[in-house]
């Protein structure tokens, strides 16, 4: 055989081999994006920021979840410091398949106006956090060329690692990131661990799971931290009090009740309800 039909059946076998890992890589984060996590969420979620472990801010606030037809739908109400309590967000997760851009709202009491969070807008810190405010879309798949290349354990735990890549110039504006490094795990497909590359390539930011809970029989992620290299800071979100099915209305998640946001009194009235079922 010649040497050219050689390399060419080589190129046609490292094709396929390409082909098959982005295959796998796409269907397995599919898997973790429809991940069954119950029809509706609720937690109270505490979120600190700190530099060299001197704490720089804490805020606290309640965030509610809920699938709605094909959509996901999120909304968080800031209840502590003071000077952001009443803050809201409201966030919708689009079926990728109508290749819709998730949306996100806020609402700021101080004006008294909900405005739209734009794509570019999104690779701003939230709340003064180190996660941005795309860090809180839900994982998109179609955004990014993926493939697996390797399997590693996280903390005894066998997982995938997918590298993953902006298929577009978009998708960099609006998540900041051009590189992505997630690692799965493969039997409860949450995503445990992610590193994110800038343009020329350097790690400068990189999340961890420090804790995972089941609850009601779902796997639940209950501590994560999300740690900035450059910055040298890092914040961490604790949920408390989660629960799953708590037959949360739908008009908890209008933009027109973010002015309202959710009041103690509401997740007051959703826990009794679940104590008497």
Known sequence: MKLTHILAS???LLSVFADASANDANNILQQVRDRNDGKDYMSTVTLKTLSDDSLLNQRQFYMLQKDIDQDEVMVLAI?????????SFLMRSFDEGTAQEDEQWMYLPAFRKVRR????DKRGAFMGSEYSYYDLDKL??????SKIVKSESVNDVETHVIERTPKSQDVINKSGYYKLVTWVDKDRKLILKQQYFDAKGILFKQLDVDKVDKIQGFWTITASTMTNFIEN???TFLFHETLYNQGIEDAIFR??????GIKDSDVAELIKISELE
């Not at 209840?79 to 803050?87: E, L, Y």
Request: glycine share 4%; aromatic share 4%.
């Open 10 to 12: 080589a190129g046609i």
């Open 79 to 87: 209840k502590a410091p003071a000077d952001v309590r009443d803050i």
């Open 117 to 120: 969070i734009s794509a570019t």
């Open 140 to 145: 998109r798949v179609t955004d990014f060329d």
């Open 233 to 235: 800071k890092k914040s």
């Open 255 to 260: 933009k027109s009740k973010l002015k309202r």
